[in-house]
């Protein structure tokens, strides 16, 4: 199993990116997936969860309506487009496979919100 998170910056206030997950060896299909960030200093903090199909969403009440979870399974690729980005949105975002908990993660893309 290997998951490669891309996309991540540096952003100014209000700023916008989209986030990637690549993944391989599974069926990207058959599992649920989420976002979990972790802020410097801090512990793990779930983000997001999306369904094997794409059709449930689930958020964080500080990431609803700013944050969008997507996937492609026929590019075996997770997203993440995050919007109207706060400085306390800093952190390193990883994609997790959502099986018996987070059971795979990335490595990592580092997002930095700063003036």
């Known amino acids: 199993v290997q998951l490669v998170e891309s996309g991540g910056g540096m952003v100014q206030p209000g700023g916008s990116l989209r986030l990637s997950c690549a993944a391989s060896g599974f069926t990207f299909s058959s599992y649920d997936m989420t976002w979990v960030r972790q802020a410097p200093g801090k512990g793990p903090e779930w983000v997001s969860r999306?369904?094997?199909?794409?059709?449930?969403?689930y958020y964080a009440d500080s990431e609803k309506g700013r944050f969008t979870i997507s996937r492609d399974n026929a590019k075996n690729t997770l997203y993440l487009q995050v919007t109207r980005l706060k400085p306390e949105d800093t952190a390193l975002y990883y994609c997790?496979?959502?099986?018996?908990?987070?059971?795979?993660w990335g490595q990592g893309t580092q997002v930095t919100v700063s003036s």
């Open positions: 999306i369904n094997t199909g794409g059709g449930s969403t």
């Open positions: 997790a496979r959502a099986y018996e908990g987070f059971d795979y």
